[in-house]
């Protein structure tokens, strides 16, 4: 198949040749290595452009799976939302469904064989230190990265074969992806009008960000935090069914960041299928209600973020007494793991606070501080991330989120 | 900046089947949008015409006044037409940033990013900029090329021969100008998608125009002369020339297929990259 094209095509670039023969006039040495560069160049092209034409081929094989059961039924994505899990049909019911996902940059695993599932009607985070590849995942949902194996679909299809993509999914994906000469609303504007979406709608989503009345001031000279939601204000304006927040809440303050939470699970609520990145856990603790976390590439756990934490993560009671070392023995008897807390304190593990208080009772020591603590979020974060960050010799970029044990 | 809570219209979430498909005249107008929404590109436009009329008015002048001290064989080769538009060949720097800005602006401010998210399909993109830019760079460029020869042929008039429209070569020259424009641009335009680099693309561009003669220059001669007729700048002195008499050169749309067959090259390459490469 490819042979013959290619055949043909240097046939036809043969009778070219002829006819160039006036136009190149009696050099006859350089007549032929002219002939011979655009041969091969014709042929570099034709190769490659076949080449392409299968991996499409491919590709269409593949998305010819249907989409998932409630879109094929005209239903409502959230309106079986619940019961499609609660049935077991998980595996067909994402929204976003990565299968065997990964990516190489040179020498450098970027993701490595991940495979995922975001369910719509949810808030679903992303986590993972700096460099454990959430972007570039991000990134090959949206077809802007091919990946080396595997394969991603919006609605069981390539993102690439999406009719209106736009509408169908939106993504806040770098800050300040704009043109720094452009206004927001040119920006905006321009996007739009490939999906043919309206104008009116473009008002309508700096409205929703606070950027109205900003709209036509060059995106240049706006803040981080302006760009942030110039971002999302992109992702709104297709009104899509997905949503894609890379690290959203950068570079906002404390009100921009309440907002984002709101904004997020707003969305969710509505029925869509929200997916947001963070390498800080703090930031997304009580919005998501899913995590999908991963480290160098690979997946760490895919679970309800409840599941996640107490599975990642101990709790303890924290002991403040002035005769710590009279209660120690009876406390390991009982079967506790001891550990001294930075501030003096004493840590016990695996034994309920109740247990303890009545350990001290019996052995008459005196409590300044019974204190049950249940690890943050971030904890667990942190545990099931362990040895799984990027940059070792890096000062810890989680470190700041980290509570006090 | 206040901060309101979201409003947001009721969700329709069977997107999922929603039908039809974004189209090529959808993405034209974005692409027209794009370019007249940043100063720099409009900039760059209005320097191509003050360029390419201006320096055509001030060479002309200057040949215009030393034409009488010149030899009698010089004056017999002098070409009036030529001498008009020599500000052409300053103009091309200006079309060439500009077509290098087209591609290269959206990958240096991440633009490119949202563009292939609402586009995914890049040759279309490629191709709407391709059209958009041949449309614009020919009208600047006939215009520009019209207004330095009518402009020259007025700071010629009684001073040295002047041409006039009504000579078949003279028009051929006059338009070849803007063309020369539209297909030395394009060129530029499918370099800068292979380099994707601003800075980058434009050293090669102007490296291929100006560079690329001197290492012909300092060749023994008789490589010179074949290689020196396949560079753009001399392709482009023969076809704002009405009357050329040098030989050793392509005809004036012999050159500007070659030309024209680079720029395709260029383009060719740079959409097979365009599709394969990670955005």
Redesign the interface.
């Known amino acids: 198949m490819s042979g013959d094209s290619l055949l043909i095509g240097a046939g036809a670039l043969a009778n070219g040749g002829h006819a160039l023969h006036g136009?190149l006039g009696g050099?006859h040495g350089?007549r032929i290595l002219v002939l011979v560069l655009?041969v091969a160049?014709a042929a570099v092209?034709v190769v490659?452009?076949t080449r392409?034409a299968r991996a499409r081929h491919a590709q269409k094989g593949r998305s010819a799976v249907p989409?998932?059961p409630a879109?094929a039924a005209?239903?409502?994505?959230?309106a079986l939302a619940g019961s499609l899990r609660s049935a077991g049909a998980r595996r067909d019911g994402g929204a976003i469904v990565a299968r065997g996902l990964s990516k190489h940059y040179g020498e450098k695993v970027a993701v490595d064989d991940l495979s995922f599932e975001v369910q719509?009607g949810h808030v679903t985070g992303f986590l993972g230190p700096n460099g454990a590849g959430k972007s570039t995942t991000m990134?090959m949902i949206?077809?802007?990265?091919?990946p080396d194996r595997g394969s991603v679909t919006v609605?069981g299809r390539p993102?690439?074969?999406?009719?209106?993509?736009?509408?169908?999914?939106g993504?806040l994906?770098?800050a300040?992806?704009?043109?720094?000469?452009?206004?927001a609303y040119?920006?905006l504007?321009?996007?739009a009008?490939?999906?043919?979406i309206a104008k009116s709608r473009v008002d309508?989503v700096l409205?929703?960000v606070?950027?109205t009345?900003?709209a036509h001031q060059r995106a240049g000279q706006f803040s981080l935090g302006?760009g942030q939601r110039l971002g999302i204000a992109?992702a709104?304006l297709g009104?899509?069914?997905v949503l894609l927040f890379d690290e959203p809440v950068n570079g906002l303050d404390t009100?921009?960041i309440?907002?984002v939470r709101?904004?997020l699970r707003?969305?969710a609520a509505?029925?869509?299928t929200v997916f947001v990145s963070s390498h800080l856990m703090s930031e997304l603790a009580q919005t998501v209600d899913h995590v999908v976390v991963i480290g160098k590439g690979r997946l760490i756990a895919d679970m309800p973020i409840a599941e996640f934490t107490s599975r990642n993560s101990r709790s303890y009671v924290r002991l403040r007494s002035p005769q710590l070392d009279q209660l120690r023995p009876a406390l390991e008897e009982a079967g506790a793991s001891l550990t001294t807390g930075p501030d003096g304190s004493l840590l016990v593990h695996d034994l309920p606070a109740e247990k303890i208080g009545e350990l001290a009772w019996q052995e008459s020591v005196l409590l300044y501080e019974l204190a049950p603590q249940s690890a943050s979020l971030e904890e667990a974060f942190i545990e099931s991330t362990e040895g799984n960050l990027e940059f070792h010799g890096d000062p810890p970029i989680e470190a700041h989120g980290v509570s006090q044990p | 900046m206040t901060v309101q809570t979201p409003v947001l219209p009721p969700a329709d979430r069977a997107a999922v089947t929603r039908a039809g498909h974004y189209g090529f005249g959808a993405v034209l107008d974005s692409e027209r949008i794009k370019i007249v929404s940043v100063r720099s590109t409009v900039w760059t436009l209005l320097a191509t015409a003050v360029v390419g009329i201006g320096l055509s008015a001030v060479v002309t002048s200057a040949q215009a006044a030393r034409y009488s001290a010149r030899t009698a064989a010089a004056q017999q080769a002098f070409d009036p037409t030529r001498s008009s538009l020599s500000g052409i060949l300053f103009a091309q720097l200006a079309i060439g940033v500009l077509a290098v800005l087209v591609v290269t602006a959206e990958y240096s401010t991440g633009t490119i990013r949202a563009t292939f998210s609402a586009v995914p399909r890049r040759p279309l993109v490629l191709a709407a900029k391709l059209i958009l830019f041949s449309v614009i760079t020919f009208i600047v460029g006939e215009a520009v090329s019209f207004a330095a020869f009518l402009i020259g042929q007025g700071i010629l008039s009684g001073k040295t021969p002047t041409a006039t429209l009504s000579d078949p070569s003279a028009v051929r020259a006059v338009t070849g100008g803007g063309l020369y424009l539209v297909a030395l641009g394009l060129l530029a335009l499918g370099m800068a998608t292979i380099i994707r680099h601003t800075a980058a693309s434009i050293s090669v561009f102007v490296g291929s125009l100006f560079v690329l003669p001197i290492i012909a220059a300092v060749l023994p001669s008789s490589y010179s002369d074949d290689i020196s007729r396949f560079l753009p700048q001399q392709i482009g002195t023969v076809m704002t020339t009405a009357h050329y008499h040098g030989t050793d050169t392509f005809g004036p749309w012999t050159g500007f297929i070659i030309l024209c067959a680079y720029a395709a090259a260029a383009l060719i390459t740079g959409a097979v990259l365009l599709v394969r490469r990670d955005a």
């Open positions: 136009l050099h350089l655009v160049a092209i490659a452009l392409r989409a998932s879109s005209g239903v409502p994505e959230h719509p990134r949206m077809g802007l990265d091919a609605y993102y690439h074969s999406l009719g209106w993509p736009l509408r169908e999914v993504a994906l770098e300040k992806s704009v043109h720094p000469g452009r206004s040119a920006h504007w321009m996007l009008r490939t999906n043919n309508e409205e929703i606070g950027l009345s900003v302006m992109g709104l009104d899509p069914g009100d921009g309440r907002w709101q904004l707003g969305l509505d029925g869509r």
